[in-house]
T-cell receptor, first 111, second 111 residues
Framework: QKEVEQDPGPLSVPEGAIVSLNCTYS??????FMWYRQYSRKGPELLMY????GNKEDGRFTAQVDKSSKYISLFIRDSQPSDSATYLC???????????FGTGTRLQVFP | DAGVTQSPTHLIKTRGQQVTLRCSPK?????VSWYQQALGQGPQFIFQ???????QRGNFPDRFSGHQFPNYSSELNVNALLLGDSALYLC??????????FGSGTRLTVV
């Protein structure tokens, strides 16, 4: 079993839709949770960074962490064609810098 | 302000050869981590360098080695290349453990 599970998609939605992306994990030691966006042929770009449980909002993006369920989510409101990319969740424990990534979910937003 | 710079962008090597990949961290960052991203997968942690020493290592064989220079730039060396080493190699820099910035990667093809 992988430490981090993420549905690879692809997920195809119309412009303006609310997108929900999710990851589950098995290691209860994870404390820091991140979402990265990766465009084709580019490196991952940090979107959201949260510590422990709770919600964090930044513009059209909202990250949620539920440590009791070992479940994290990223919501994208008013999705745009420019949001079309692969979204990677990543996480780590408090005593390590090693990030554990999900496999990524490919998102396509069509006009 | 330049971000993380990696070179070369692409390269093709033959099985059994050796390769060196290079990374210049973002200005102000002192820590460099290397990740391997196979096609359709999330990045996997190779190792991290801080103060010119390997601080942490992932589950990769000794064929993978690295170096960090006094100016914080880093190299990743892979010996005795295998077909399975074909991947996108990503360098991420950070100041401490917060907010890793990734480069665009080096795409290595082993034939």
């Amino acid at each position: 079993q992988k430490e981090v599970e993420q549905d690879p998609g692809p997920l195809s939605v119309p412009e303006g839709a609310i997108v929900s992306l999710n990851c589950t994990y098995s290691n209860s030691a994870f404390q820091y949770f991140m979402w990265y966006r990766q465009y084709s042929r580019k490196g991952p770009e940090l979107l959201m960074y949260t510590y422990s449980s709770g919600n964090k909002e930044d513009g059209r993006f909202t990250a949620q962490v539920d440590k009791s369920s070992k479940y994290i989510s990223l919501f994208i409101r008013d999705s745009q064609p420019s949001d079309s990319a692969t979204y990677l969740c990543a996480m780590r424990g408090s005593n390590t810098d090693k990030l554990i990534f999900g496999t990524g979910t490919r998102l396509q937003v069509f006009p | 302000d330049a971000g993380v710079t990696q070179s070369p962008t692409h390269l093709i090597k033959t099985r059994g050869q050796q390769v060196t990949l290079r990374c210049s961290p973002k200005s102000g960052h002192d820590t460099v981590s290397w990740y391997q991203q196979a096609l359709g997968q999330g990045p996997q942690f190779i190792f991290q360098y801080y103060e010119e020493e390997e601080r942490q290592r992932g589950n990769f064989p000794d064929r993978f080695s690295g170096h960090q220079f006094p100016n914080y730039s880093s190299e990743l060396n892979v010996n005795a290349l295998l077909l399975g080493d074909s991947a996108l190699y990503l360098c991420a820099s950070s100041l401490g453990s917060y907010s890793y910035t990734f480069g665009s990667g080096t795409r290595l093809t082993v034939v």
